[in-house]
């Protein structure tokens, strides 16, 4: 199994950015498909950005294109989210998770990832 320890989290002002880090651990860390979530207070965990094992395809919410990107550096074990122009809605837990299926394709159901790092704390003040 992997496990997952996100890093980067803190208190920004809207506008400004921030590097989300994803470290994994374990047999075979770097062959699984990775996404970012993030859930808000009162409100599901929603899908964030995606990659793949390869760093080649990655998908991400509506709401992030433009903004954030995802990225991946196999070498280091570490999945990373850049999130730049931050606005008071990005505030959330983000959390990484590892999906262990076979696909060339990225989830973005929460569901089909089974390893989940303890999240970071992403607050933007306006």
């Known amino acids: 199994q992997v496990q997952l320890v996100e890093s980067g989290g803190g208190l920004v002002q809207a506008g400004d950015s921030l590097r989300l880090s994803c470290a994994a651990s374990g047999r075979a860390s770097s062959s699984y498909n990775m996404a970012w979530f993030r859930q808000a207070p009162r409100k599901e965990r929603e899908f964030v950005a995606a990659i793949t094992s390869s760093g080649v395809v990655m998908s991400y919410a509506d709401s992030v294109k433009g903004r954030f990107t995802i990225s991946r550096d196999n070498a280091k074990n570490t999945v990373y989210l850049q999130m730049n122009s931050l606005k008071a809605e990005d505030t959330a837990v983000y959390y990484c998770?590892?999906?262990?299926?076979?696909?060339?394709?990225?989830?973005?159901?929460?569901?089909?990832?089974?390893?989940w790092g303890q999240g970071t704390q992403v607050t933007v003040s306006s």
């Open positions: 998770a590892a999906s262990t299926i076979r696909a060339y394709y990225v989830s973005r159901n929460p569901t089909n990832y089974s390893f």
